[in-house]
């Protein structure tokens, strides 16, 4: 499986747009790119997931290269309630299936 | 029900017991995984089911831990002869196929306290 690499930490405030970056340089051709958000005593939660360009729906917009070697997490307008941890995960069918996350990007977000 | 469940949702143990962990997937959801998580750390992959089969276990840490999974659906993660380091957040996750390709749903976790 690609190895992702993103930022350890991110402070915002309400209101801002936040972009989150995840690098990927290993990426296979048939690898998807996938984030989930997860706050403190939950499981994670599916945010969005993308091949190539860009994919949008109500909560975030993902964006992919051509080359395919990083992507970028946008969330609009964020709120105190966006307080969580974001992961990136890269794989395929043929990736072992083990769905494996990274650190994750702890997200801040302050009045 | 609509959603992943785990139980019991926490779970105090003595050192040298054993414990068992269930996951209740979404129905139809043929891809079951767990995973573990200590305080402020993030998911260690433990072991993923495709149906009733467990095509890798190369993450549970000892051979203390095993999972089975039974009829496609509810799965079972036993810890036998606990230790204090096993204390942990334990999740599980189901998804209708392959997780890399399609959404996965997680359940709120099974706390897992060893004193």
């Known amino acids: 499986l690609a190895k992702t690499t993103q930022p350890i930490s991110m402070d915002s405030y309400e209101g801002q747009e936040v972009n989150i970056t995840c690098s990927h340089n290993?990426?296979?051709?048939?690898?998807?790119i996938t984030w989930y958000q997860q706050f403190p005593s939950q499981g994670p939660r599916f945010i969005i997931q993308?091949?190539?360009t860009k994919v949008t729906n109500e909560v975030a917009s993902l964006f992919i290269p051509a080359d395919r070697k990083s992507s970028t997490l946008s969330l609009p307008r964020v709120s105190l309630s966006d307080t969580a941890v974001y992961y990136c995960?890269?794989?395929?069918?043929?990736?072992?299936?083990?769905?494996?996350f990274g650190t994750g990007t702890q997200l801040k977000v302050e009045l | 029900g609509a959603g992943v469940s785990q139980s019991p949702s926490n779970k105090v143990t003595e050192k040298g017991k054993d414990v068992e962990l269930r996951c209740d997937p979404i129905?139809?959801?043929?891809?079951l995984y767990w995973y573990r998580q200590s305080l402020g750390q993030g998911l260690e992959f433990l072991i993923y089911?495709?149906?009733?089969?467990?095509?890798?276990k190369s993450g549970l840490p000892s051979d203390r831990f095993s999972a089975e999974r039974t009829g496609g659906s509810v799965s079972t993660l036993t810890i036998q002869r606990t230790q204090q380091e096993d204390s942990a957040v334990y999740l599980c996750?189901?998804?209708?196929?392959?997780?890399?390709?399609?959404?996965?749903?997680f359940g709120q976790g099974t706390r897992l306290t060893v004193v």
């Open positions: 129905s139809g959801h043929t891809a």
């Open positions: 290993n990426i296979a051709t048939n690898d998807y």
């Open positions: 995960l890269v794989g395929s069918t043929g990736g072992g299936n083990k769905l494996t």
């Open positions: 996750a189901s998804s209708l196929g392959p997780a890399e390709n399609t959404e996965a749903f």
């Open positions: 089911f495709q149906g009733n089969s467990a095509p890798d």
């Open positions: 993308g091949y190539k």
